[in-house]
């Protein structure tokens, strides 16, 4: 499957569906509190989906191999890697949690993001890794633009979080999203700079990291299909962002009016 080149309707479309996912996430931000369960996060976030015309884009999804995704989010909660399933374990004080969203809109047009939730007063490490997490996934959108490779994208954040002390999961990568939940490219957080695909403006594609506090090396959990944790027991983190490749640079498109505030080091949206 060759790489998808945007339109500017498609690329109007897919700026819908990106802040409607955005603001998925800032509205359930205030209720993510010590006591709240995931489950409850994933019932608000559902009724704000109604609200918007939206629906999720995880709720039956099913890729070979998989049993349908039973849920309108994900909410992978301290030592789970990704696609933790919502459920009734209250969130207590020192949790982390990643939230994350796809929304499809009426037009087809599929948004994708997630964000990290630190729960009450939580630790030093955990702090630190959430925030290197941010920052990793921003040093990699920074290398987005016409004539990189997306292993400048990978490279960027691997150094970024090895240099840091931490590790980066490598068997789960940022994909391709339009009208079709994962396109081509798969986008690695890790690699060598000047190799992989060269970016083209109207490209679409997540930057999505997921970098553990120990080793990188993960497992399944449990039986449901989904759940991965990891291997060692240490936290892990994950932020995610939908991006544009423009003609001069690059587009955040999941950017919303409760999203967090870009690092230091990032001085717009657009370069």
């Known amino acids: 499957m060759s790489i998808s080149i ?11 569906a990106c802040r409607l996912a955005s603001e998925v996430l800032d509205a359930i931000a205030p209720h993510i ?11 608000i976030a559902a009724a704000c989906m109604v609200e918007q015309g939206t629906i999720s884009a995880t709720i039956g999804y099913q890729p070979p191999g998989y049993p349908p ?50 729960i009450g007063e939580c630790s030093i490490a955990a702090k630190r890794l959430s925030a290197i997490t941010f920052e990793a996934m921003w040093h990699g959108i920074l290398q987005v633009k016409p ?22 999961v490598r068997e789960f990568c940022g994909h391709g999203i339009g009208k079709r939940f994962h396109e081509e490219p798969q986008v690695l957080h ?10 083209e403006p109207g ?7 997921m970098i553990n506090a120990g080793r990188r090396d993960i497992k399944e959990f449990g039986n ?17 962002h939908t991006v ?14 409760g999203s967090p505030a870009l690092p230091d080091f990032v001085t717009a949206t657009t370069t």
């Open 203 to 209: 490209m679409v594609f997540t930057i999505e990291p």
């Open 224 to 240: 449901d299909g989904w759940t991965i944790v990891t291997k060692d027991h240490s936290l892990s983190a994950q932020w995610e």
């Open 33 to 43: 509190q010590p006591g709240i369960t995931t489950r409850r996060i994933d019932e």
């Open 190 to 199: 890790y690699g060598r700079p000047g190799t992989l695909e060269k970016l």
């Open 69 to 118: 995704y039973p849920a309108s989010l994900c909410t992978s909660v301290n030592h789970v890697v990704c696609h933790g399933i919502p459920n009734d374990k209250p969130l207590k004080k020192g949790d982390i949690v990643n939230v994350d969203v796809t929304v499809i809109t009426k037009d087809g047009w599929y948004g994708d993001n997630s964000r990290m939730y630190l």
């Open 147 to 168: 004539g990189a490779h997306l292993g400048d994208i990978g490279h960027a954040i691997q150094k970024f979080a090895e240099g840091h002390g931490f590790s980066v």
């Open 6 to 16: 945007k339109t500017a309707e498609d690329i109007a479309g897919m700026r819908v």
């Open 244 to 257: 544009l490749v423009t003609p001069t640079g690059y587009e955040v498109m999941t950017l919303s009016a």
